[in-house]
């Protein structure tokens, strides 16, 4: 298994605003993914990032408005730009092991005011 | 695309009772995932199914692969008040990258 650990846990933001989302594994791992879960909502892949490469996005998400890193197999950066209120969601950090297991961070609650 | 359909949306239940749900999909997977979300966290893998047929217990949980590979069930025995929350079944595509379902809401009444 893998441990994931997530900051900020939440975050208040103003409008026009972006916020730069941590996210920190215990151990190397392959793959590493970020979701979003809007409220009431279940989980939409955002997109894979990959190790020293450009973050795979999945259809309705762009590089423009969620920018990712992955400088290394343990640590991956989200940020979402140019906030609007309806950005407001939980982020969701996750890391694939070799077996097919996937696991999660706490996520980030983001509000957008 | 795939489409994975869950359900129950919701179960109210009493402690003790026996709670089953159930995912389809449209498509076929390799993998079933199961995970529970409790209020202000990430969600927790509970099982974890590689082959189709195949039967998998946690504990009280009790999850199957369906032989057509396009869905998947999961079962609580004797529920307690901590089984409370919500869980989801997510199919695994390519690359890693998983595919959810809406998501059961399972509320425990004393």
């Known amino acids: 298994s893998a441990v994931i650990s997530q900051k900020p846990s939440r975050d208040i933001c103003q409008r026009g605003t972006s916020l730069t989302i941590q996210c920190q594994v215990d151990s190397q791992v392959t793959m590493m993914f970020w979701y979003r879960q809007q409220p009431g909502q279940s989980l939409t892949l955002i997109a894979t990032a990959n190790q020293g490469s450009e973050a795979t996005y999945e259809s309705g998400f762009v590089i423009d408005k969620f920018p990712i890193s992955r400088p290394n197999l343990t640590f991956s950066t989200l940020t979402v730009s140019n906030m609007s209120p309806e950005d407001s969601s939980i982020y969701l950090c996750?890391?694939?092991?070799?077996?097919?297991?996937?696991?999660f961070g706490p996520g980030t609650r983001l509000t957008v005011l | 695309g795939q489409q994975l359909n869950q359900s129950p949306q919701s179960m109210f239940i009493q402690e003790g009772e026996d709670v089953s749900m159930n995912c389809t999909s449209s498509?076929?997977?390799?993998?079933w995932l199961w995970y529970k979300q409790d209020p202000g966290e990430g969600p927790v893998l509970l099982i974890a199914l590689y082959k189709a047929g195949e039967l998998t217990s946690n504990g009280r949980l009790t999850a199957q692969f369906g032989i057509t590979r396009k869905d998947s069930f999961l079962n609580i025995s004797a529920s307690i008040p901590s089984d409370v929350g919500i869980y989801f079944c997510a199919g695994l595509r390519s690359w890693g990258k998983l595919q959810f379902g809406a998501g059961t809401q399972v509320v425990v009444t004393p």
């Open positions: 996750s890391a694939g092991t070799g077996d097919n297991e996937q696991f």
């Open positions: 498509s076929i997977f390799n993998t």
